[in-house]
Nanobody, 122 residues
């Protein structure tokens, strides 16, 4: 059974930074595309960023480009989300997900972590 475990969430002030981590118990981790999604209170889950299996291609939501960066370390079976210049509207539960290929919809992903809460507030 594949497991994805997110960490690194917490409370941060506006303008601050956080780095989320997701560690996978995936035997073939380096074969999977990985992504981050988020769900804000009262909203649908939305795409944040994704990376190809090798990490050579990365994709970000247009509204988050320049602030959020996805990366992965296949040797550490981990994927990361660096979040800078955080805003209160970035408050959400952030989820890590795995799929056989990169997609922009949560329907494209069949393996999910439990999520980690990020709260941006002064």
């Amino acid at each position: 059974q594949v497991q994805l475990v997110e960490s690194g969430g917490g409370l941060v002030q506006p303008g601050g930074s956080l780095r989320l981590s997701c560690t996978a118990s995936l035997r073939a981790f380096r074969s999977y595309a990985m992504a981050w999604f988020r769900r804000a209170p009262g909203r649908e889950r939305e795409f944040v960023a994704a990376t190809s299996s090798s990490g050579s291609s990365v994709y970000s939501a247009d509204s988050l480009k320049g602030r959020f960066t996805i990366s992965r370390d296949n040797d550490k079976v981990s994927v990361y989300l660096q979040m800078n210049s955080l805003k209160p509207e970035d408050t959400a539960v952030y989820y890590c997900a795995a799929a056989v290929r990169v997609g922009y919809s949560d329907y494209d992903y069949n393996c999910w972590g439990q999520g980690t809460q990020v709260t941006v507030s002064s």
